[in-house]
């Protein structure tokens, strides 16, 4: 790992933050070049490959004890993605409510416990986040989130604190995506209160009334016909009434049968429900379809941005560097979008091209920090970055 002799230009708008102080900036710029560029994003290893932090001791106090509120950032940072074009929200967007699972070992880690993993198909030891999500055609970024706590609240209690949070904030998105966790009577009364609009995914055993008959959605299909249709080049076979379902009342359902790229793969069976009652069915899909991104950004801030390297024990710190990191995305979306190439790199679903920039640019900084010091030996410049070989 190359040593990071300075701060990435992608961190220059948190100097424009009023929520840290002078000396609170170094620390973020710090810790957020940390969390791009550093290949070990724990406190220890940022400050390890960062050499203008200060210590792994003053990092630790940035997140644990020095005073900042991490609502006003998350306001300011929201504030910083409306001033360009490519950022910028309007109601064409969409929110997307989903949660994730980090792995943990420790169990003095901040509300680890032991969860059902879908994706690995077993009980994990982890951590549980649940995000609001901003995306539209042209960008994706987070919003907000919660922590679930087991024996407090429930993860639909904390999806409506979200769609709270959004509202507050300003979020102007008409529409809210989510799955088969939050799609319950209680969550969907809360956002029509909002009158706002949404779509999800509901399981095959759900039970609605057709034909005057109550059955479950997975045998409803077995008596319909389906019809051809292209939706983004992809064809569907699908089947769409407005019908009454168990603790939701009359919907639109959308039975959806997505032929397989490959021979080998199974056919995709969606069965989908939405309150946009006069919505044409390829408009369901194609928002449904915005789901995906969710997924994306799960992905890249696990394996790009330290989403679950976090080792801090105390809530607070593990607040707060969910906060940064959520920061640190955004910063990366900001700084491509005004660049020369932010019309096409932006619009990228993940975050590799824009941390291509970054690492060019940290590469770039070391060779202007070795050519800068012409006065000091090999062996000076190697003693300035010896921890990064221990």
């Known amino acids: 790992m190359f040593p990071i002799t300075s701060f990435l230009s992608c961190t220059d708008p948190i100097d424009e933050l009023d929520v840290f102080s002078y000396h609170q900036k170094h620390h973020a710029k710090s810790y957020v070049t940390g969390l791009v560029a550093a290949s070990n994003k724990t406190v220890d290893g940022i400050a390890t490959h960062v050499l203008p932090a200060k210590s792994e001791r003053a990092l630790n106090k940035f997140l644990t004890e020095y005073n900042w509120d991490e609502d006003r950032l998350n306001r300011e940072r929201l504030e910083l993605l409306q001033t360009t074009n490519e950022t910028r929200w309007s109601s064409e967007g969409v ?3 989903d949660d994730t699972f980090t792995h943990k070992s420790g169990e003095q ?13 077993g009980y994990i030891w982890g951590q549980n ?32 604190e979200l769609v709270n949070e959004c509202i507050e904030i300003g979020v102007p ?33 759900r039970n609605v009334t057709y034909a005057g008959e109550r059955m479950r959605v997975d045998a409803l299909r077995e008596r319909i016909d389906t019809q051809p249709r292209t939706v983004d080049g992809e064809t569907y076979h699908i089947w769409t009434k407005k019908l009454a379902v168990s603790k939701l009342g009359k919907v639109k359902v959308l039975i959806t049968e997505k032929e397989p790229d490959d021979e080998d793969d199974e056919l995709s069976v969606k069965y989908i429900v939405s309150n946009k009652i006069d919505a044409p069915a390829s408009h369901l899909i194609a928002l449904y379809a915005m789901r995906w991104r969710v997924e994306t950004f799960f992905r890249d801030t696990k394996q790009d941005l330290g989403l ?18 959520m920061l640190a995305y955004s910063l990366l ?28 640019e940290t590469v770039q900084n070391l060779l202007s920090w070795a050519l800068a010091s012409p006065a000091r030996s090999i062996d000076d410049l190697m003693h300035d970055v010896e921890d990064l070989f221990i």
């Open 308 to 325: 679950g390297d976090c080792e801090l024990r105390s809530d607070a710190g593990a607040s707060r560097h969910w906060h940064l990191l």
């Open 129 to 160: 986040l649940i995000y609001a999500i901003y995306a539209d055609k042209k960008t994706t970024y987070p919003l907000c989130f919660r922590l679930y706590e087991k024996h407090s609240k429930t993860r639909v209690q904390l999806a409506k």
């Open 109 to 121: 880690i901040p509300n680890a416990g032991k969860f059902y993993d879908h994706t690995a198909r």
């Open 333 to 360: 979306k900001l700084g491509v979008a005004q660049s020369a190439l932010g019309t096409v790199i932006s619009r990228a679903t993940s975050l590799q091209a824009d941390l291509k920039l970054s690492f060019r």
């Open 95 to 97: 929110v997307i409510i």
């Open 173 to 205: 998105a008409d529409t809210y995506l989510f799955d088969m966790t939050y799609c319950s009577g209680e969550f969907i009364n809360h956002l029509e209160s909002y009158a706002k609009e949404w779509v999800s995914a509901i399981k095959s055993d």
